[in-house]
């Protein structure tokens, strides 16, 4: 820029400024009807948002530019947030008419993909969450601050949390944006889809952010919100107030809607960390990231955003406290005593609008006579409501029935105020009822009176002047004239002034046409500057009543919430969970939330689940073919248990679940693999948190551990890892497998059992009954899958032969062996968390693998071997199977 600084015009200067000011976002110039965007920022918008390129000055002095018009700013400003970039809205900021010289220009705005607050820019059925991280380093050790906003509701809240409960925490709220300083750099697992924004350091300074909250909430303590100024609240507060320090800086307009922050309590909801919500498909699907075929996707029959955004919430954040639970569940029974009820409280959700955002809308002054009509829709509707829950017998629904205040004073105002079609623009005039406002209705008639003053003044001209064709007419351009033709130019009277000529005729005016012409002139500005007063007014009223419609909104959001959750259970005949403290789980007949409403009705298989410190066990083993149904079976138990604590009704016939405090689901890690972490390193990163992180009151389901290694390393992991959670632990498990070694667990520690999953043999074809057995699996079936897959029947015939032969040889060397058998159990000792040593053999059975290894390739350890325990079948395609099959023969041979 330093050769162009030389000879920049006041306009680049301006732009310069702007830039300065916001030098990481795409600078929007307003400039006329058109924004424009020069320099770096226009080459990336040109590629980013299909403009094109063009240059302000021909030759070397050539500035690079792109722009596009006004009306289009928010598709353009959405376009560039999905990008992950930021978009500064640089504005004129006097009238162009009244300017001397250059208009003057300023930044009003700052849009990043945490402050968007445009409707068509946000997902309704979406919150969007700015959050703050301080890791500072005055704040005391191991603990960190998180601060949440939601600036289209003016929700905001902070806690402060452990280090190494940050990422678990920033799952569960999936923030568009975060902030952090720019002195604790701080990274984030690429599965986090986010924009990140380093602030300067000192914006989380302690005494900073306190000043910033005091300014915003106009108080000069935290300790009605909840925040006393003990060590424990430090980082909490730091990242509150950067951001309010952020939103004063990226907003530059009221952020009178935020009007309170609240404490936040980590404690009262169930952990699940990234890694389990992605494997659970809690609201994301695992293959395409998007809402389809998630739990939060089944649940959602919500009528309105805002009970789509609660419901949200509540699938993040599963509760802990059974009494809390059992309020919502209490709430959906009392929903489904009444069908009736139920059906006409669904329609009149049809008829509720977004009052949440429109309100905030309003308090920004970002709005139109529409979101008024919107508001004063909503309000004529909720006494309905009131009135449909008069019988209400539950708590909740009590409390939601008491929250709901129609606001009837604003209610009338508005209705008697606003026409039934609404403009976009309140400087459109019109939209305020005749007969609301005296003054209006006078201007309005002086307005309407015109056409009748005319006529009659015509009239009394063409008598005077016995002119019959004169003709009193008015144009935007000229106003009131009197037209003449021109055979009648003689008889104009004297005090006729001469106005404008056209065609065959001259146009005139009077002095009396002119006074008249003024008072209607000035009625109409008038008239529309009263309606802008009007509007400004009824805007202060629904602001002054933002509380009572923010409680309002969210009453009805829980109402939509606990609706859409009874139309679920009705459609879906699900049952209401019984709630207990004991880690124990009993599902009788329980089926898969998601994948029973993707099949044909009635197909699902249910199957029970039955944990318990007793005769059920505490983990379980499940073992059984591919393609069986034992990944839908852990995941679908660790669902139910979600949904029953979330205080939905679940797709089983009876079930009991004792609260869990954390849910750990290993299962799958695809779609690391492609981002270059070994699967076997995730899977062991994911364990360790699991071991470490486990307490009595968790459920653990892990799906295929140890896979990524080799098969002793795998078992022996496997082995180790169930020996933990049984006797350190002691937490409910469930472990879906293809390690039959592992079975033989069940024989030796108190609580571990087998299940498997039947499966029926037809001649030469099997099939997958689906169905949860007792004991263990004796066949893998993989041949059967392979087939399934398309693998060419030379293959699946030539694998069914060598199948026979190793089961053949297993049986021949195994009886050869029966002397060695004993040397392969290992007697060890672990100690319990309660110190107590517990002695234990281990049949670390090597029989069965050793024994094939010996009969058919006459050595231990053979690769081939090796080779074929480590092939997926499932994943391996036919031609890179035949070429496996052609290599090992070569081998042998
Ligand atoms: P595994 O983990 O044993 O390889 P999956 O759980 O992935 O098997 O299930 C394999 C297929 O069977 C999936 O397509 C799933 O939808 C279907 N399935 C699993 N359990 C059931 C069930 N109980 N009823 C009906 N279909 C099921």
Redesign the pocket.
């Known amino acids: 820029m330093s050769k162009s600084n030389v000879k920049l015009t006041p306009m680049m200067r301006q732009f310069q400024d702007a830039k300065l000011v916001c030098p990481n976002a795409i600078v929007l110039f307003r400039m006329g009807d058109f924004y424009e965007m020069f320099l770096e920022d226009a080459k990336i918008a040109s590629q980013i948002l299909g403009l094109a390129l063009t240059s302000r000055e021909k030759g070397p002095d050539a500035m690079p530019m792109a722009g596009f018009p006004c009306n289009q700013l928010d598709t353009y400003i959405a376009k560039l947030i999905n990008a992950g970039y930021r978009a500064a809205v640089c504005e004129q900021v006097e009238d162009p008419k009244k300017a001397k010289g250059i208009v003057k220009r300023e930044v009003v705005r700052v849009v990043t993909a945490g402050t968007v607050t445009e409707d068509s820019i946000l997902d309704p059925r979406s919150s969007n969450f700015l959050l703050a991280v301080s890791m500072n380093s005055r704040t005391p050790e191991l603990e960190s601050g998180l601060a949440c906003v939601e600036l289209s509701t003016g929700l905001f809240w902070a806690v402060t949390v452990k280090k190494d409960s940050l990422l678990e925490q920033i799952a569960r709220i999936m923030p568009a944006e975060i902030i952090y300083s720019d002195k604790d750099p701080f990274t984030l697992p690429e599965t986090f889809k986010v924009q990140k924004t380093q602030r300067p350091d000192w914006a989380f300074n302690y005494r900073t952010a306190k000043e910033n909250l005091f300014k915003q909430f106009k108080t000069t303590t935290l300790e009605g919100f909840g925040f006393n100024d003990s060590n424990s609240n430090i980082p909490a507060i730091c990242a509150a107030g950067a951001i309010i320090d952020y939103l004063n800086e990226t907003q530059r307009q009221t952020l009178e809607h935020i009007e309170s922050l609240t404490p936040y309590h980590i404690g009262s909801y169930m952990e699940i960390d990234e890694a389990s919500r992605v494997s659970l498909e809690l609201t994301r699907a695992i293959r395409t990231g998007k809402r389809d075929g998630t739990l939060l996707e089944v649940l959602d029959k919500c009528i309105t955003p805002m009970g789509a955004r609660l419901l949200a919430d509540w699938v993040a954040s599963p509760l802990l406290d059974i009494g809390q639970i059992n309020s919502r569940l209490d709430a959906i029974e009392d929903i489904l005593t009444d069908i009736n009820r139920l059906t006409n409280i669904t329609e009149n959700l049809r008829k509720i609008n977004d009052i949440q955002r429109t309100v905030t809308r309003i308090v920004q002054h970002h709005c139109s006579p529409r979101d008024l009509g919107l508001v004063s829709r909503t309000l004529t509707f909720l006494p309905m409501f009131i009135n449909l829950l008069s019988n209400a017998k539950s708590t909740l629904l009590k409390t939601i029935r008491d929250g709901i205040d129609p606001c009837q004073e604003l209610s009338d105002t508005l209705q008697r105020a606003l026409e039934r079609e609404l403009p976009y623009n309140p400087n459109d005039g019109g939209f305020i009822r005749n007969n609301f406002n005296n003054e209006l209705d006078e201007l309005r008639n002086m307005q309407r009176g015109g056409k009748e003053w005319i006529a009659k003044y015509q009239s009394k001209e063409i008598e005077r002047t016995k002119i019959s064709t004169l003709r009193v007419g008015f144009t935007r351009v000229f106003g009131y004239y009197i037209e003449i033709s021109n055979v009648h130019r003689e008889k104009i009277p004297s005090n006729y002034e001469r106005k404008q000529t056209i065609k065959n005729a001259e146009r005139y005016t009077t002095s009396e046409l002119r006074k008249y012409e003024e008072k209607v002139l000035t009625a109409s500005e008038r008239g529309n500057e009263l309606e802008r007063e009007i509007f400004d007014s009824l805007c202060e009223q629904v602001i002054a009543n933002r509380q009572n419609i923010q409680k309002t909104a969210h009453a009805i959001a829980i109402l939509d919430v606990l609706c859409s959750l009874a139309v679920l259970a009705r459609q879906q005949r699900y049952c209401r969970p019984v709630l207990v403290e004991d880690p124990m789980i009993r599902i009788i007949e329980g089926r898969?939330p998601v994948?029973e409403v993707m099949?044909a009705p009635g197909?699902?298989?249910?199957?029970n689940i039955e944990i318990d410190r007793g005769k059920n066990g505490m983990l379980q083993l499940i073992t059984?073919?591919?393609?069986?149904?034992?990944?839908?079976?852990i995941r679908q138990t660790a669902l139910l248990c979600i949904m029953a604590q979330i205080g939905s009704f679940i797709p089983a016939q009876e079930a009991q679940i004792g609260i869990c405090d954390r849910i750990f689901a290993r299962v799958g890690a695809s779609d690391e693999i492609a981002r270059g972490h070994s699967t076997f390193m995730v899977e062991m990163i994911e364990t360790a948190r699991i071991l470490n992180q486990g307490t009595e009151k968790s459920l653990v389901i892990l799906?295929e551990i140890g896979r990524g290694t080799s098969t002793y390393d795998g078992i022996s992991l496997a082995w180790s890892i169930c020996e933990y959670l049984h006797d350190q632990i002691r937490c409910r498990t469930l472990f879906?497998t293809h390690y039959h070694e592992l079975t033989e667990m069940a024989d030796s520690f108190e609580l571990i059992r087998n299940l498997n999953?039947a499966v029926n043999e037809l001649n030469d074809d099997v099939v997958?009954l689906?169905k949860i057995l007792p004991g263990s699996a004796d066949k893998s079936y993989g041949i059967h899958v392979a087939k399934l897959a398309g693998v060419p029947r030379e293959v699946t015939q030539r694998s069914r032969e060598i199948l026979a032969e190793l089961e053949q040889n297993r049986v021949k060397v195994s009886i050869d062996n029966t002397d060695n058998e004993s040397t392969e159990l290992k007697s060890f000792s672990t100690t319990t968390q309660d110190g107590d040593e517990i002695k234990r053999v281990v049949p670390v059975s090597r029989k069965k693998v050793g024994n094939i290894q010996f009969s058919l390739f006459g050595a231990d350890d053979h690769p081939i071997i090796e080779e074929i325990r480590e092939l997926d079948i499932n994943t391996i395609n036919p031609v890179n199977a035949l070429q496996l099959l052609l290599k090992w023969k070569k081998n042998i041979l």
């Not at 197909?603 to 199957?607: E, K, L």
């Not at 059984?624 to 079976?633: L, Q, V």
């Open positions: 898969h994948i099949g197909s699902f298989v249910p199957n059984g073919p591919n393609m069986a149904g034992k990944s839908t079976f799906d879906a999953v997958f689906h």
